[in-house]
């Protein structure tokens, strides 16, 4: 085995009798995911291909699934994420219920076996991996063999989570007994035909057709705002408040690059070269392992490239590595293995993290590459979806239609040519708006989906309360106000249906007026109906006399009829000048607190200020704090941060 350093070195007594119990078994090993946006899961998948490729059987199992008989071998890996206030995924609330509760059946079944727990976080949390942690130490007091310490992975850093994790997992394997895993091993092979077909979906998801794009913001400071309408199948509803997952498409421009540099082959012998509107089918050889959910269809390559690898991901070591077999010029190859060497990762550092590149970079850099195009899906990462909080509801619009504000994600890139200085568009954002440039313009063929991207549609902590009577109190920032969007327009829906309403205040952030131009007017709207009371901070503009806080009309119960704004100030000093009506809602039976927004210091920041505004209201600090408390343990503050 391995005998250089490890980041995660076995900690158990007797490792060799782990390897020999490993290999006595029959049983295959348990990989299980507890996941909110299928992060885990498609790591899952990557971690059993290695697993298969060193000869060990591995099960890919949802927690959700998961039963005390699927602990039945000898070791079990457990992959999770930490979400805002340290909570698990939605999946796997029911597991670790039980096992707070040192259920019996499940303290039996995890009793004297291996494991080995990684968690996925992010450090702008206090709570910073706390599910990982929490399982980890959990399953240790229950008597099982920690195999090497948690992984806890941020990952906002730089060049994603992906390269931690194939360091904890090269590690994982070493500990197993794993020497060498066999890279060339394939879990697809490639058929070609030449009529153009009918194109299914990926695998759980529904084609969802771009419809309109309105530009809401100026272009006078960054994180441009985008209004998108989109046409849904009737098969497919969604809720007010809960989250579109969209798969995007690699940017026109990167895929152009790619197939001018001539990298990617038909065949193993790289012969025939593989061309953009070629029709062929990848035969998944392997399910567990394979990260991409094909149908059992033909794609054109430039389908296959476009939809399922990941080209705006940044450059990894593991990436490196893999490329550097297919290099053909030889000081190409020595360049490439020795960056994808994890013992030169200061050079891998200056060159690729300090000035940050995509993978779709790397084939103008190195153009002695030549690929097989089933390795290529296999090496470059696959494409993720991307979830948004949904800004609409079936209610009021009807349910085959849907709408989202998005913030553009832009920044300065580097040219790897010319070294030049250029703009790049974040993947998602920047192919929504591609897309919606050739709006009644598609040429229905390989390079597009008339219009159609696949989504799905998931669940969110910020669902409109079952009881609309419930008071809620909503706070926003920037484009947090997305979701509470959706839940004012169920609200308006159902006022117009003659329901009864509770009392809804909305508390929204932003930078300036021209943020969101004209859709400001609809926050009057909320108001006037009687829909929710909106108190606006501007943070970057100042009052205007025509506009002050005495010129807004009031109700008998001191609620604005009207938008009231903070010029100056943050949300945060809206909540405690307006601490009356703050003060009304936190005090109110089974009130509700829903915030939207950045992380930043939240919840800390927002915690004082809650406290801060109660006490302005008369209540003591020492009852403001346990009302806090109260509200914490009654489940009755629902937070989604980025």
């Not at 079944?109 to 727990?117: C, E, L, M, P």
């Not at 399922?308 to 990436?319: A, C, I």
């Not at 709408?403 to 994600?409: A, G, K, Q, R």
């Amino acid at each position: 085995m391995t005998q250089s350093a490890k980041a995660y070195p076995f900690l158990g007594s007797n490792q060799e009798e782990f390897i020999q119990s490993l290999k006595n078994s029959v049983v295959p090993v348990p990989i299980i995911f507890a996941t909110q946006t299928q992060t885990c899961k498609q790591l899952a998948n990557q971690l059993a291909r290695y697993f298969q490729s060193g000869q060990i059987k591995a099960k890919i199992i949802d927690v959700a699934a998961l039963t005390p008989e699927d602990l039945s071998g000898p070791f079990f890996v457990y992959l999770t994420c930490t979400f805002f206030m340290g909570d698990h995924p939605k999946s796997a609330l029911q597991f670790v219920s039980k096992l707070r509760e040192n259920d019996p059946v499940w303290a039996e079944a995890i009793k004297s076996k291996y494991f080995s727990v990684f968690g996925i976080g992010s450090l702008k949390y206090k709570l910073f991996c706390k599910a990982s942690d929490e399982l980890d130490t959990k399953f240790t007091e229950l008597g099982a063999n920690r195999v090497m310490r948690v992984s806890r992975v941020d990952r906002n850093v730089p060049q994603g989570y992906e390269p931690q994790f194939q360091e904890w997992m090269k590690d994982l394997l070493d500990n197993m007994g794993i020497d060498k895993v066999e890279e060339s091993q394939s879990l697809y092979e490639t058929k070609v035909q030449s009529k153009y077909p009918f194109i299914a979906p990926p695998k759980n998801y529904f084609w969802c057709k771009l419809l309109e794009r309105k530009q809401l913001s100026d272009n006078v400071v960054d994180g441009i705002q985008h209004y998108y309408k989109f046409e849904l199948p009737a098969t497919n509803p969604y809720k007010a408040g809960q989250h579109i997952a969209i798969m995007p498409r690699n940017h026109r421009q990167v895929m152009n690059q790619v197939f001018q540099n001539k990298i990617i082959y038909l065949d193993d012998e790289c012969k025939q070269l593989a061309e953009p509107e070629q029709l062929v089918k990848m035969n998944v050889l392997a399910q567990e392992g394979s990260n991409l959910p094909l149908s059992n269809d033909f794609y054109s390559v430039w389908d296959l490239i476009a939809q399922y690898t990941d080209l705006h991901s940044m450059v990894n070591q593991n990436v490196l590595a893999l490329l550097s077999q297919f290099a053909r010029d030889e000081n190409q190859q020595k360049e490439l293995k020795m960056l994808g060497d994890t013992a030169h990762s200061d050079l891998f550092q200056k060159k690729f993290v300090q000035t940050p590149s995509k993978i779709g970079d790397l084939f103008q850099s190195y153009n002695s590459l030549k690929i097989p195009l089933h390795r290529f899906l296999e090496i470059v990462p696959p494409m993720r979806h991307r979830l948004y909080s949904i800004a609409s509801s079936p209610k009021l619009i009807g349910n085959q239609f849907l709408e989202l504000i998005v913030t553009d994600v832009q920044w300065d890139g580097i040219n790897v040519k010319t070294g030049e200085t250029v703009q790049q568009r974040g993947l998602c954002t920047g192919f929504l708006y591609e897309l919606s440039g050739q709006l009644g313009d598609y040429q229905s063929t390989y390079f597009d989906r008339q219009g159609m991207f696949p989504a799905q549609i998931h669940e969110s902590p910020l669902e409109p309360p079952k009881d609309p009577k419930t008071p809620v109190i909503s706070i926003a920032l920037g484009s947090g106000y997305a979701p509470f969007r959706s839940l004012l327009q169920e609200r308006l829906a159902l006022s117009q249906q003659g329901v009864e309403l509770g009392p809804m205040c909305l508390f929204l952030g932003i930078r300036r007026r021209a943020d969101y131009g004209d859709m400001l007017e609809e926050l009057n709207t909320w108001c006037k109906n009687g829909i929710s009371y909106t108190y606006l901070a501007i943070s970057r503009e100042s009052e205007t006399p025509a506009e002050g806080a005495d010129n807004i009309p009031m109700t008998r119960g001191k609620r604005p009829e009207t938008v009231k704004i903070t010029y100056g100030g943050h949300v945060t000093k809206s909540i405690t000048d307006n601490f009356e009506v703050f003060g009304d809602h936190m005090t109110a039976p089974n009130n509700l607190i829903l915030y939207c927004g950045k992380a930043g210091k939240i919840p800390e920041d927002l915690t004082e200020t809650i406290i801060k505004a109660l006490i302005k209201y008369g209540i003591t600090e020492q009852e403001a704090r346990k009302m806090w408390v109260q509200y914490l343990e009654q489940g009755r503050i629902f937070f989604e941060a980025w």
